[in-house]
C-alpha cells in the first residue's frame, strides 16, 4: 500500500536558520507529492506541491523536489520566520486510472516552532 | 462562508451514544471529504462525495460510521454507539475538482470528539 514516513517532531529554531523536513514514500506508480501545512488554530492548508518526477514545489519561500530515485519529497527553507510555526504534513495521492487519485494519504506531521 | 466550516468543534459523548458532525464546504465545491485524525497521527482518509453521491468509503472503520450528503453541499458524518477508539478529530474538506485530477483540498478546522 501507500505510505508516507516523515521526521520526527518536535523540530525548534532560531529565526533565520535553514530547515530541512525530510519526507520519503512508499508507493505504486508515480504519486502526486504534497505538503499541507497547519497554523495553531487553522485548518490544514496546501504548502505546495509536485505532480512528477524532479518538478520542484514553491511557495513562501519553502521548497521541495520529487525525487523518484530516493522517493523522497523534502521540505526546505532557507531562513525561517517566527511565523513559520506549525505542524508540517507530507502527502501523496496515487496516481492510477480510474480514480483514487483524490486519496491523500498523509505523513504524521512535523511540528516546527521557530523561536525569536 | 468563505471556507469550509465544521461543527460543533468540541464535542464530548459517553460511550454508548450516537453523535453527528455536520461540514458546511465551500459554496461550489463539487467534492467533499472526510478524515480522521488521531491525537499525534496525520490524518486518514474515512470517505469521498461527488455531489450528493458517495463514491468510496472503503475508509470507514466500521458499520457504526455513516455519512451523507443529500443535497450535494452540506455533509453529516454520523457515529452510532461511540467507542473509546473513536476518539479523534474529524476533518472535513473540499475541492471544486473531481477524482481524477490532483488539486487542492480546502480542509476545515476539524471537529475533536472525545468519548468517556
Known amino acids: 500500500g501507500n505510505s508516507v514516513t516523515q521526521m520526527e517532531g518536535p523540530v525548534t529554531l532560531s529565526e533565520e536558520a535553514f530547515l530541512t523536513i525530510n519526507c520519503t514514500y512508499t508507493?505504486?506508480?508515480?504519486?502526486?507529492l504534497f505538503w499541507y501545512v497547519q497554523y495553531p488554530g487553522e485548518g490544514l492548508q496546501l504548502l505546495l506541491k509536485a505532480t512528477k518526477a524532479d518538478d520542484k514545489g514553491s511557495n513562501k519561500g519553502f521548497e521541495a523536489t520529487y525525487r523518484k530515485e530516493t522517493t523522497s519529497f523534502h521540505l526546505e527553507k532557507g531562513s525561517v520566520q517566527v511565523s513559520d510555526s506549525a505542524v508540517y504534513f507530507c502527502?501523496?495521492?496515487?496516481?492510477?486510472?480510474?480514480?483514487?487519485?483524490?486519496?491523500?494519504?498523509f505523513g504524521k506531521g512535523t511540528l516546527l516552532t521557530v523561536n525569536p | 462562508g468563505a471556507g469550509v466550516s465544521q461543527s460543533p468543534r468540541y464535542k464530548v459523548a459517553k460511550r454508548g451514544q450516537d453523535v453527528a458532525l455536520r461540514c458546511d464546504p465551500i459554496s461550489g465545491h463539487v467534492s467533499l471529504f472526510w478524515y480522521q485524525q488521531a491525537l499525534g497521527q496525520g490524518p486518514e482518509f474515512l470517505t469521498y462525495?461527488?455531489?450528493?453521491?458517495?463514491?468510496?468509503k472503503s475508509g470507514l472503520p466500521s458499520d457504526r460510521f455513516f455519512a451523507e450528503r443529500p443535497e450535494g453541499s452540506v455533509s453529516t458524518l454520523k457515529i452510532q454507539r461511540t467507542q473509546q477508539e473513536d476518539s479523534a478529530v474529524y476533518l472535513c474538506?473540499?475541492?471544486?475538482?473531481?477524482?481524477?485530477?490532483?488539486?487542492?483540498?480546502?480542509f476545515g478546522e476539524g471537529s475533536r470528539l472525545t468519548v468517556l
Open positions: 462525495f461527488q455531489n450528493e453521491a458517495q463514491l468510496d
Open positions: 474538506a473540499s475541492s471544486d475538482i473531481t477524482g481524477d485530477d490532483t488539486g487542492e483540498l480546502f
Open positions: 502527502a501523496l495521492t496515487p496516481k492510477a486510472s480510474g480514480g483514487s487519485n483524490y486519496k491523500l494519504t
Open positions: 508507493a505504486t506508480g508515480y504519486p502526486s
